[in-house]
């Protein structure tokens, strides 16, 4: 099977894992792994070093959103009435940082604060 697929002009894996836990929380986690010429060494297992990138994720933080997340949902909670807020991972990604530059330059009027805990950060 991995001779076959290494045969074509794809030159990245994509491995992606949906966790559903016992409240109906979703966690979805991806990661992409470039150069697919050395991707197929049979030693390497990615599914294994994503569950373990979950795994720490959810028993070392308390945050409900991740990096990869954060700055896309802070333009939904600019646009929405009343306050808004998310735990995310820290330290706060720069996507994030330019994200909250960016909507405080266009929003004057939008008070934004962060809360840095233990394990994670409140906006």
């Known amino acids: ?3 076959s697929i290494n045969k074509g002009k794809a030159r990245t894996l994509a491995v992606s894992a949906i966790v559903r836990f016992e409240n ?3 966690l979805h986690a991806s990661m ?3 150069n697919t010429s050395q ?3 049979m030693q390497k297992d990615y ?3 994503l ?3 979950v795994i720490q994720l959810v028993n070392e933080t308390d945050a409900a959103v991740d990096e990869h997340h954060t700055d896309q949902l802070l333009i939904y909670m600019a646009l929405a009435s ?3 807020q998310m735990r995310v991972v820290k330290p706060i990604s720069l996507h994030t940082k330019t994200m909250l530059a960016l909507l405080r330059m266009y929003r004057e009027d939008l008070v934004i604060n962060c809360h840095k805990g233990d394990k994670s950060v409140l906006i």
């Open 51 to 53: 569950a373990k990138e």
């Open 24 to 26: 109906t929380t979703l």
């Open 47 to 49: 599914a294994a070093d």
């Open 39 to 41: 991707l197929y060494d």
């Open 32 to 34: 992409l792994v470039d």
């Open 1 to 3: 099977m991995f001779e």
């Open 82 to 84: 009343g306050m808004s």
